[in-house]
T-cell receptor, first 111, second 113 residues
Framework: AQRVTQPEKLLSVFKGAPVELKCNYS??????LFWYVQYSRQRLQLLLR??SRESIKGFTADLNKGETSFHLKKPFAQEEDSAMYYC?????????????FGQGTILTVHP | NAGVMQNPRHLVRRRGQEARLRCSPM?????VYWYRQLPEEGLKFMVY????????ESGMPKERFSAEFPKEGPSILRIQQVVRGDSAAYFC???????????FGSGTRLTVV
């Protein structure tokens, strides 16, 4: 069965510092990977997906199939980036659309 | 477009009662997903439905839990004879197709006393 691991439950950085939220997955096929974000008192929302290869709010994530990782990075963190971040995986076939989530990482950016 | 609407936001039930959680997907979305988030855990898939069809219910507990998405009206997640362990946040999401990213609702927080 597929699995997503986010090893850091809490991550604190100072404003302007680089930030990397780690995500590792286990799945033998070719998954689709996502990052979702939940800001305080807001609903969970899609941040980015690996097939789009885009940068959203300065965040990027590269799928590394060799290391089975999909780490989320931002070179200069901002206070408004403070939120809960979830890495998620989707596989193909009849399960397509169903997401497997990691446990989440709470990012705090200090002024 | 009001987004994915879930109600109620908070629901308190006594042990043994029934809980009914409602989810209205975004306009134009015909795929609905239910997830549960237990305290200190990530979101866990429960069930995936399209109109009048259950596509994947592999994450649903075998007993007491059921879900439907009728031709008209919202999707309903029903929990019969609730127990304390059912206390969790239940999230609904919808998508236009299986290839799209989800839009999540705000969730229903169920507390069983």
């Amino acid at each position: 069965a597929q699995r997503v691991t986010q090893p850091e439950k809490l991550l604190s950085v100072f404003k302007g510092a680089p930030v990397e939220l780690k995500c590792n997955y286990s799945y033998s096929g070719s998954p689709e990977l996502f990052w979702y974000v939940q800001y305080s008192r807001q609903r969970l929302q899609l941040l980015l997906r690996h097939i789009s290869r885009e940068s959203i709010k300065g965040f990027t994530a590269d799928l590394n199939k060799g290391e089975t990782s999909f780490h989320l990075k931002k070179p200069f963190a901002q206070e408004e980036d403070s939120a809960m971040y979830y890495c998620a995986l989707s596989i193909g076939g009849t399960s397509y659309g169903k997401l497997t989530f990691g446990q989440g990482t709470i990012l705090t950016v200090h002024p | 477009n009001a987004g994915v609407m879930q109600n109620p936001r908070h629901l308190v039930r006594r042990r043994g009662q029934e809980a009914r959680l409602r989810c209205s997907p975004m306009k134009g979305h015909s795929h609905v997903y239910w997830y549960r988030q237990l305290p200190e855990e990530g979101l866990k898939f429960m069930v995936y439905l399209q109109k009048e069809n259950i596509i994947d219910e592999s994450g649903m507990p075998k007993e007491r839990f059921s879900a439907e998405f009728p031709k008209e009206g919202p999707s309903i997640l029903r929990i019969q004879q609730v127990v304390r362990g059912d206390s969790a946040a239940y999230f609904c999401a919808s998508s236009r197709s299986t290839g799209d990213g989800y839009t999540f609702g705000s969730g229903t927080r169920l507390t069983v006393v």
